[in-house]
């Protein structure tokens, strides 16, 4: 009965030890991913930043298809880049030949991520107008951006394009 007693409390405790391990384990495996997705994330930041700054400099030195090459790098890292969807707008439309319809599409999707991205639909309105979009359309885009840079407290000649692009529509 002693013996009996001992195996019991030997099984018992080997349970124990067992669920307790796995419990760690589970627990260590959690922390283990935990720690991968912010090494991660600072992997993605840093690839970030220097995408961002190359790009940067390449647009002050008005390199666009070397800026362009960076921005879409920037895109592979964050779908979702404001800043990179917004200067790939201007990008595709001030590279000879542009590309109109990567440029409305960058400007839409800038536009889609920040609603008052008065950036984002100058370049969309230029795009449009420069595509032969129709003329009506080009006129909303240009009244939506001069709201949104009034929204933004965008300087006077932010403002005054939107006025003057838009006025080209109404003459027009």
Known sequence: QGANRA???V????ITFTIIT?????FGIKEMWSIKKVRIDA?????LAKHLSLAFTYMQAFLYA???????????????????HTQLGYIFISLSPPDLGKAKFHSKKAFELNQNNHTALLNLGVAMGKSGDNRNDVLLVYLAGEKAAIINMADDITIGKFKLLAGHCYKD
């Open 22 to 26: 796995l419990l760690l384990g589970i």
């Open 7 to 9: 195996t019991s409390l």
């Open 43 to 47: 992997e993605n930041n840093l690839k």
């Open 66 to 84: 070397e800026a362009k090459n960076e921005y879409l790098k920037v895109i592979e890292v964050d779908s979702n880049s404001e800043i990179a």
């Open 11 to 14: 099984s018992t405790f080997a």
